[in-house]
Every structure is written in C-alpha cells, then in structure tokens.
C-alpha cells in the first residue's frame, strides 16, 4: 500500500493535502448525513476510552478531595471541641460565679440586725498549723478594722479579728484552743461561755451551774456580756449532754453553726467597741 505522502513530497505539498483533506471532511460531515451517523457510533465506540482515560486522574481527584474533606473535618472538629470546652469552662466560671453570688446575697443579708455597720471581706489565707486556727483577711487598718472586731458568715459567729496590718487582718476562729466567747442558750438565757477545743472537735461550754437547763439541740447565741461581740448572734448548736460521774458536773459540747472548714467571703461587724476605736 502505498503512502498517501511520500518522503520526496515537499512539505508546502503536504500541508496543502491535509487541508483540503480537512476541508472536505468538514463539508462532508455538515452536508452529508451518513457521515454524522459514522461520527456518533465512532463516538460511542471509544467513549469507553474516555472514562478509562479520565480514571487516574479522577481517582487522584476523588483521593484529593477526600484528603482535603477529612483535613477539614479534623479541623473543624478540633475548633469545635476547643470551643466546646470553653463554652463549658464559661459555663463552670458562670456556676461558680452564680454560686458565691450566692453566698455573697446570703452572706449582706445575714443575720438577724440589719442596722449595724458591716463590711465585707474576702479570706486570702488560712493556716495549716493544726494547732493554730487563723485566717487573713483582705481589710486592714485603712478600712477601719480593729483587734477584736466580730467576723460572721451567713450561719453566725466565725471568730474575730486577732492583728491588723494596713491592707490586711488576720482573724482567729472559734474553734481556737485560745478563744472563748460568752454566750447564752435562747430558750431560757442562761448564759456561759463557749471555749475553742480545735477545730476537728466541738466547743466546750463552760461556767455554768451543775443544774443548768439545757439539752441537745439547744442554740446558743452571742450574750453581749463581753461588749464585743452584739447580742443575739448564732454560736453553735448543742451537740452532747453528759454528767461527770465524780461530781455530777456537766460536760456539754456544741457544734459551731458557722460552716468554719469553708471560708470564702465574711462579714466584719462594728460593735460598741469599733465606735469607739474610729472615734479615737
């Protein structure tokens, strides 16, 4: 069979042949319609060739793609649990916030006198000493407090203030082995006085007479006899009655009702006494 361009042909000979060639295939295909009908089963011949032509590149596509979605996911999931837990970081501070608002609505309308000067003051430090029950507070000399000043939460009494510094106080508590304050039970008034026994175990009452009126559950308040502490403040509640065998003495504990292992926010009282220590 011969070739339909030789190699002597010039190569303007060959172009020329091709073009027409060319040309008369595109009239052809416009005006002659079995030539359409040979182009469409041509096309559908080798339109299997197409996809598989198409396939590495559509594989390296589909592979691309599903890297690049899973990327995404990881990304956004990532952004999403990093938001997630500060949404519930935000959501623990707002509980914890709501909590000592709480206590600080509590703690300003707590108790019984609503006509005496308060100041609230929030605990910095409590000791560790299990000998020595103190705290320290975030008030001082600058904002009027003084030694013995009365310290109350929202349940009653918690101690008083023991020195003072210019920004800070430091309080002793009631359980203190040191502290004794007089107090009297509010059925009767009988009146005696409630000394710290650390704070692991109740307050011990004592000068009281061998036949004195009192059972467990009584509640002891502030007698006001000391001229510090104000009249009428919760002190703790009677917890255990018992007789001395020897000389039928009684031995009567009471349990704080100040919540005195969870100080956070307090109350600084001006008595009698803190009148007197502005005026001088």
């Known amino acids: 069979m011969k070739l339909l361009f030789s190699k002597r042909s010039p190569l303007s000979v060959q172009l020329f042949t091709s073009l027409a060639l060319a040309l008369v295939l595109i009239v052809l295909d416009i005006n002659y319609h079995p030539f359409k009908e040979i182009r469409y089963y041509l096309d559908t011949l080798i339109s299997p060739l197409y996809y598989v032509s198409n396939a590495p590149k559509s594989s390296f596509d589909s592979l691309y793609e599903m890297s690049k979605t899973r990327e995404t996911l990881i990304n956004e999931n990532a952004n999403l649990h990093a938001d997630l837990l500060q949404h519930k970081n935000d959501l623990l501070l707002l509980e914890h916030l709501k909590h000592e608002n709480d206590r600080l609505r509590e703690l300003l309308g707590s108790p019984l006198r609503h006509d005496e000067q308060k100041m609230a003051a929030q605990v910095l430090l409590i000791d560790t000493d299990p000998y020595v029950y103190q705290f320290v507070v975030n008030k001082g000399k600058q904002d009027g407090v003084y030694v013995g000043q009365p310290v109350v939460d929202e349940k009653g009494i918690v101690g008083q203030i ?28 009988i009146g005696m006085v409630a000394v710290g026994n650390g704070c692991s175990n109740d307050l011990t009452l004592e000068f009281m007479p061998n036949n004195v009126d009192i059972k467990v559950g009584d509640i002891l308040v502030t007698s006001g006899l000391d001229g510090r502490f104000p009249e009428g403040y919760p002190v703790a509640v009677v917890s255990s009655v018992k007789l001395d065998i020897t000389d039928s003495t009684p031995i009567i504990s009471a349990t704080p009702t100040a919540d005195l292992k969870r100080l956070r926010y307090l109350l600084l009282l001006w008595g009698n006494q803190g009148v007197k220590h502005e005026g001088s």
């Open 162 to 189: 023991y020195e003072t510094a210019q920004s800070t106080s430091r309080a002793i508590l009631l359980c203190d082995y040191q502290h004794a304050i007089p107090v009297q039970v509010l059925r009767n008034d």
